[in-house]
T-cell receptor
Framework: AQSVTQLDSQVPVFEEAPVELRCNYSSSVSVYLFWYVQYPNQGLQLLLKYLSGSTLVKGINGFEAEFNKSQTSFHLRKPSVHISDTAEYFCAVRSPRFITQGGSEKLVFGKGTKLTVNP | ETGVTQTPRHLVMGMTNKKSLKCEQHLGHNAMYWYKQSAKKPLELMFVYSLEERVENNSVPSRFSPECPNSSHLFLHLHTLQPEDSALYLC????????????????FGSGTQLSVL
């Protein structure tokens, strides 16, 4: 079974400051990793994903995340945030095995981190 | 706008009511999903449909009954719900199941905020 821990439920920062949102996961097998963003009153949008290859993944809106297998982490970073980045951010994992391989489509989500960017 | 539309946006119902949530996508996707987002809890996958066939049911109580009449529409029929079922219900779609994830992502609707009194 997989699980995801987002260590901070809320992160307030000032505009143009750097930010890191932390995500740790546990799994007995290899996983695919995702970050989703949910703006107020909207559904989730994919920010970025790690499937394989380079451990530094770049996503939309200037965000990036680094996969660290030894620390089982996938922290999200942005060097300079904007007011418009205020949203809730969700880290998620899933098995790389598809349903026909006995796997699952199930994404396991963390509880989310609310990022508030203040002027 | 993600191309996935959910109605209604808000729903208040009593425990003895029967209601339905609707999800519609015109992205040409073949897979659709229901997720539940409760306050202070992680998102939970409820059901997965592929080509109108249910392929996953993650131990969801029978008071939630999904229906997928075609690949563009997904319903969640609600009957005799409990107050703890109050949550944001999110629909999502993806092009197909079992495709390399490099070409795959979920498109989410804005959700239906459900309150059970």
């Amino acid at each position: 079974a997989q699980s995801v821990t987002q260590l901070d439920s809320q992160v307030p920062v000032f505009e143009e400051a750097p930010v890191e949102l932390r995500c740790n996961y546990s799994s007995s097998v290899s996983v695919y990793l995702f970050w989703y963003v949910q703006y107020p009153n909207q559904g989730l949008q994919l920010l970025l994903k790690y499937l394989s290859g380079s451990t530094l993944v770049k996503g939309i809106n200037g965000f990036e995340a680094e996969f660290n297998k030894s620390q089982t982490s996938f922290h999200l970073r942005k060097p300079s945030v904007h007011i418009s980045d205020t949203a809730e951010y969700f880290c998620a994992v899933r098995s790389p095995r598809f349903i026909t391989q006995g796997g699952s489509e199930k994404l396991v989500f963390g509880k989310g981190t609310k990022l508030t960017v203040n002027p | 706008e993600t191309g996935v539309t959910q109605t209604p946006r808000h729903l208040v119902m009593g425990m003895t009511n029967k209601k339905s949530l609707k999800c519609e996508q015109h992205l040409g996707h073949n897979a659709m999903y229901w997720y539940k987002q409760s306050a202070k809890k992680p998102l939970e996958l409820m059901f997965v449909y592929s080509l109108e066939e249910r392929v996953e049911n993650n131990s969801v109580p029978s008071r939630f009954s999904p229906e997928c009449p075609n690949s563009s529409h997904l319903f969640l029929h609600l009957h005799t719900l409990q107050p703890e079922d109050s949550a944001l219900y999110l629909c999502a779609s993806s092009q197909e199941l079992d495709r390399p994830l490099t070409n795959e992502k979920l498109f989410f609707g804005s959700g239906t905020q459900l309150s059970v009194l």
